[in-house]
């Protein structure tokens, strides 16, 4: 199956801040590629898919790029409400994988 | 709006059978080029899928999990159903059931369910 490798582990950010989050897949999975949010007590929300659309309803400071084996999330200018762990989630090879996630934190 | 509700018990002894449902509200689980999905979340661990089922019942499972799981569009209304055999400690987890256009990453998902396996 296909091994997403998701860093840092952890990133200490302030508000207003922009924070570079990084995926890399173990094998190419083209532009199949989605990024999540969640936050404690509450399911995953999708906010980019096919690398680098976002979801209905999901700010323009986030945004997403990368294909093939290397991705990457950006949030400009990061809000209060954007500190959450953040997944990718590839969807060429099944099954689905998921990264093991980032956690965007209060510097 | 769509929204998913997991239900079932809480609580399963090793060995026996988890079963789980998810109630779909806004939309009809038969219309086609939806795919049904059920992920789960175990504690300190990632997110793994589970399997998912069309609306015409095809269904696909993890290899990992192949030999356990069953998914089912229910009889009840707008429901499908997971079960996964002869559970171990391994097993615990958030259960999520997830509704998604085709293969592509679900939008829509339910609030999850803790699913604890002791005796």
């Known amino acids: 199956e296909v091994v997403l490798t998701q860093s840092p582990a952890t990133l200490s950010v302030s508000p207003g801040d922009r924070a570079t989050l990084s995926c890399r897949a173990s094998?190419?999975?083209?532009?199949?590629l989605a990024w999540y949010q969640q936050k404690p007590g509450q399911a995953p929300r999708l906010l980019i898919d096919?690398?680098?659309d976002r979801a209905t309803g999901i700010p323009a400071r986030f945004s997403g790029s990368g294909s093939e084996t290397d991705f990457t999330l950006t949030i400009n200018s990061l809000q209060s409400e954007d500190f959450a762990v953040y997944f990718c989630?590839?969807?060429?090879?099944?099954?689905?994988?998921f990264g093991q996630g980032t956690k965007v934190d209060n510097k | 709006q769509v929204r998913l509700q997991e239900s079932g018990p809480g609580l399963v002894k090793p060995s026996q059978t988890l079963s789980l449902t998810c109630t779909v509200s806004?939309?009809?689980?038969?219309?086609?080029?939806?795919?049904w999905n059920w992920i789960r979340q175990r504690p300190g661990k990632g997110l793994e899928w589970i399997g998912y089922?069309?609306?015409?019942?095809?269904?696909f499972y993890n290899p990992s999990l192949r030999s356990r799981v069953t998914i089912s569009i229910g009889t009840s209304d707008n429901q499908f159903s997971l079960n996964v055999t002869s559970v171990t400690a391994a097993d615990t987890a958030v259960y999520y059931c997830?509704?998604?256009?085709?293969?592509?990453?679900?939008?829509?998902w339910g609030q999850g369910t803790l699913v604890t396996v002791s005796s």
């Open positions: 089922i069309s609306h015409s019942g095809n269904t």
């Open positions: 806004g939309g009809s689980i038969s219309r086609g080029g939806y795919y």
């Open positions: 997830s509704r998604a256009i085709g293969s592509s990453p679900p939008r829509y």
């Open positions: 094998q190419s999975v083209n532009f199949n």
């Open positions: 096919g690398a680098s």
């Open positions: 989630q590839q969807y060429h090879i099944w099954p689905w994988t």
